[in-house]
């Protein structure tokens, strides 16, 4: 098992930066990869960037050069971040942090989601 505790959303304008943390405990040793998808009012569930174990990532177009994914690992917890920089309305979203992890089968976790609002 693998918990998931986002922070770092909020209200922020157009142009502004937000940074978003998420942190993974638990059987952190079987995760392969981490990210953050995003969620608008009326719209599916995107990708917005994903890095695995490996360091290889992906970043959606819409926010590439804008956003930056990075991973920190210890011991006891990894914790995935989103920088966000020039951020737009558009990006108003509930923002997920997500993380597969391998077992038996491949397993798909989520955190609880946080909001993030970009409004003058």
């Known amino acids: 098992q693998v918990q998931l505790v986002e922070s770092g959303g909020g209200l922020v304008q157009p142009g502004g930066s937000l940074r978003l943390s998420c942190a993974a405990s638990?059987?952190?040793?079987?995760?392969?990869?981490m990210g953050w998808y995003r969620q608008a009012p009326g719209k599916e569930r995107e990708l917005v960037a994903t890095?695995?174990?490996?360091?290889?990532?992906?970043?959606a177009d819409s926010v590439k050069g804008r956003f930056t994914i990075s991973i920190s690992r210890d011991t006891a917890k990894n914790t995935v971040y989103l920088q966000m920089n020039s951020l737009k309305p558009e990006d108003t979203a509930v923002y997920y942090c997500?993380?597969?992890?391998?077992?038996?089968?491949?397993?798909?976790?989520w955190g609880q989601g946080t909001q993030v609002t970009v409004s003058p």
């Open positions: 997500n993380a597969d992890a391998v077992g038996s089968t491949v397993y798909h976790y």
């Open positions: 890095v695995t174990s490996d360091g290889i990532r992906n970043v």
């Open positions: 638990g059987s952190i040793f079987s995760i392969k990869a």
